[in-house]
C-alpha cells in the first residue's frame, strides 16, 4: 500500500463503539483527519484509535503486484468490523477492492487531496525533472502503472521495485544511491506535511493515477444504519461520482494492481469526464480513452439505507441516486469500449508476464 497501513477508530454515539486504525505516520494522520471531522460535528461522540497491521504491512521485501493476495491491506480490519471490535475503518480509497465482502460497504469518501503521483529526487539530482535525469538512472516504485507509463514516456531511465511505507522509501532514497528518484502519491506527502520534498508533479500527459488515489474512505458494516448515518456527512459529493466511475471502470475491467490499469477524472459545469487506460507492462502497447456524462441529476431525493443501493462498494444516501448511477455506467461503458478495442488482451499478457518475473 502506498500511504502506509490504516488506522481504526472506537467511535461511540450515546454508548461507546469502535472503529479501527493502524500504527505508522501518514495512517494515523489519516484517520486523525477524519475523526476531528466526526468529533466537529458531533461533540459529544468518544473516539478510540486501536492499533492494528495486516498482511500487506508485513510483506515488504515482495512487489505488491506479486503477491496475489486482494485484500492484503483489508481482511484483518474487516475480520474486526465483523467481529463488533469495531465501528469504523479508515482507507485509502485506492487500497480497497472494488468489491466489497457482504455485509459491508463504503459510508463515506472524504473529499479528494491531488490525486496526481509526484517525483521525490535523490538530495544529489535537486533541480533535475525525470526529463534531464542521466541515462539509466533507477527510480523507484512499486507500482505496475507508474511504471509502466513512465517506461514510455521517459525510455532513458529505469525502473525498480522499491516497498515499505512513506517514511522506509524516503530513508531508502536519501541514504543510499540505489535510487536517483521515487514516485510517491503526492496526497500522501501532502498530508505528512512533506510538500518541499516534491520535486515534480507528474501531469496526466506523463502519468495517469490510479483508481481512487488521493481519496479516504470510510467502511462500515452496510447494516449499521445508525452509523452509516452518522459518517454519510463525510461524504464529497464530486469525489464520490468520480471514484464511483473510476471503481465501475476497473471492476469492469477485472483490473487490479497485478496490471496497469490508470484514470483521470474530472467534474466541469455538472458534466463528469472520465479518461482511462490500460498498458502492457513496459508500456509499449497501450488503449487510452475519454468519455464524459451529466451528473445535473433532476433526483435530489434521499435513499433508504440498504445493501442494495451499493455502487461499486460505495453508499452514498447524500448524494444524488440519478447521478450515481450515471457515474457507475460512464465507468462500465468506457472499460467495454476498451475491451472491445483489445484491452482484455493486453491485461491478460501484463498479468501473465508479470506473474513469470
Given at each position: 500500500?502506498?500511504?502506509?497501513?490504516?488506522?481504526?477508530?472506537?467511535?461511540?454515539?450515546?454508548?461507546?463503539?469502535?472503529?479501527?486504525?493502524?500504527?505508522?505516520?501518514?495512517?494515523?494522520?489519516?484517520?486523525?483527519?477524519?475523526?476531528?471531522?466526526?468529533?466537529?460535528?458531533?461533540?459529544?461522540?468518544?473516539?478510540?484509535?486501536?492499533?492494528?497491521?495486516?498482511?500487506?504491512?508485513?510483506?515488504?521485501?515482495?512487489?505488491?503486484?506479486?503477491?496475489?493476495?486482494?485484500?492484503?491491506?483489508?481482511?484483518?480490519?474487516?475480520?474486526?468490523?465483523?467481529?463488533?471490535?469495531?465501528?469504523?475503518?479508515?482507507?485509502?480509497?485506492?487500497?480497497?477492492?472494488?468489491?466489497?465482502?457482504?455485509?459491508?460497504?463504503?459510508?463515506?469518501?472524504?473529499?479528494?487531496?491531488?490525486?496526481?503521483?509526484?517525483?521525490?529526487?535523490?538530495?544529489?539530482?535537486?533541480?533535475?525533472?525525470?526529463?534531464?535525469?542521466?541515462?539509466?538512472?533507477?527510480?523507484?516504485?512499486?507500482?505496475?502503472?507508474?511504471?509502466?507509463?513512465?517506461?514510455?514516456?521517459?525510455?532513458?531511465?529505469?525502473?525498480?521495485?522499491?516497498?515499505?511505507?512513506?517514511?522506509?522509501?524516503?530513508?531508502?532514497?536519501?541514504?543510499?544511491?540505489?535510487?536517483?528518484?521515487?514516485?510517491?502519491?503526492?496526497?500522501?506527502?501532502?498530508?505528512?506535511?512533506?510538500?518541499?520534498?516534491?520535486?515534480?508533479?507528474?501531469?496526466?500527459?506523463?502519468?495517469?493515477?490510479?483508481?481512487?488515489?488521493?481519496?479516504?474512505?470510510?467502511?462500515?458494516?452496510?447494516?449499521?444504519?445508525?452509523?452509516?448515518?452518522?459518517?454519510?456527512?463525510?461524504?464529497?459529493?464530486?469525489?464520490?461520482?468520480?471514484?464511483?466511475?473510476?471503481?465501475?471502470?476497473?471492476?469492469?475491467?477485472?483490473?487490479?494492481?497485478?496490471?496497469?490499469?490508470?484514470?483521470?477524472?474530472?467534474?466541469?459545469?455538472?458534466q463528469l469526464y472520465?479518461?482511462?487506460?490500460?498498458?502492457?507492462?513496459?508500456?509499449?502497447?497501450?488503449?487510452?480513452?475519454?468519455?464524459?456524462?451529466?451528473?445535473?441529476?433532476?433526483?435530489?431525493?434521499?435513499?433508504?439505507?440498504?445493501?442494495?443501493?451499493?455502487?461499486?462498494?460505495?453508499?452514498?444516501?447524500?448524494?444524488?441516486?440519478?447521478?450515481?448511477?450515471?457515474?457507475?455506467?460512464?465507468?462500465?461503458?468506457?472499460?467495454?469500449?476498451?475491451?472491445?478495442?483489445?484491452?482484455?488482451?493486453?491485461?491478460?499478457?501484463a498479468k501473465q508476464?508479470?506473474?513469470?518475473?
Open positions: 500500500m502506498e500511504d502506509g497501513p490504516y488506522k481504526y477508530i472506537r467511535v461511540s454515539l450515546a454508548k461507546v463503539k469502535h472503529c479501527c486504525v493502524l500504527l505508522f505516520q501518514l495512517a494515523r494522520i489519516q484517520t486523525d483527519s477524519v475523526a476531528d471531522k466526526l468529533k466537529e460535528l458531533y461533540p459529544d461522540i468518544h473516539l478510540e484509535i486501536i492499533g492494528m497491521s495486516t498482511t500487506g504491512d508485513k510483506i515488504l521485501d515482495t512487489a505488491l503486484s506479486k503477491i496475489g493476495e486482494k485484500s492484503l491491506f483489508t481482511k484483518e480490519l474487516e475480520n474486526a468490523l465483523e467481529r463488533n471490535e469495531v465501528d469504523l475503518v479508515v482507507h485509502s480509497l485506492k487500497d480497497l477492492p472494488t468489491t466489497l465482502p457482504p455485509g459491508f460497504t463504503i459510508g463515506a469518501v472524504l473529499k479528494r487531496e491531488n490525486p496526481h503521483d509526484a517525483v521525490v529526487l535523490h538530495p544529489k539530482n535537486v533541480g533535475k525533472t525525470l526529463d534531464t535525469l542521466p541515462e539509466n538512472s533507477v527510480i523507484g516504485t512499486s507500482s505496475l502503472r507508474r511504471a509502466a507509463q513512465l517506461k514510455k514516456r521517459f525510455p532513458h531511465l529505469e525502473f525498480k521495485d522499491i516497498r515499505g511505507n512513506l517514511n522506509t522509501r524516503l530513508k531508502k532514497l536519501d541514504e543510499k544511491a540505489d535510487f536517483a528518484a521515487i514516485i510517491l502519491a503526492a496526497a500522501g506527502l501532502k498530508r505528512m506535511g512533506w510538500e518541499n520534498r516534491i520535486s515534480q508533479i507528474l501531469e496526466p500527459e506523463d502519468c495517469m493515477y490510479a483508481v481512487g488515489q488521493g481519496a479516504l474512505a470510510v467502511e462500515v458494516r452496510a447494516r449499521d444504519a445508525d452509523i452509516l448515518e452518522m459518517v454519510s456527512v463525510l461524504h464529497d459529493s464530486d469525489t464520490v461520482l468520480r471514484c464511483i466511475a473510476e471503481r465501475a471502470f476497473l471492476r469492469q475491467l477485472e483490473g487490479g494492481c497485478s496490471v496497469p490499469v490508470a484514470v483521470h477524472t474530472e467534474v466541469k459545469d455538472c472520465l479518461t482511462g487506460a490500460v498498458y502492457s507492462l513496459d508500456g509499449s502497447d497501450s488503449l487510452k480513452e475519454t468519455m464524459q456524462t451529466s451528473i445535473a441529476a433532476a433526483d435530489k431525493s434521499l435513499e433508504d439505507v440498504d445493501e442494495r443501493v451499493q455502487r461499486v462498494g460505495v453508499t452514498a444516501t447524500k448524494v444524488s441516486g440519478e447521478a450515481q448511477d450515471r457515474a457507475e455506467r460512464l465507468g462500465i461503458d468506457l472499460a467495454n469500449l476498451l475491451l472491445s478495442k483489445g484491452a482484455k488482451e493486453i491485461l491478460t499478457v508476464l508479470n506473474d513469470a518475473r
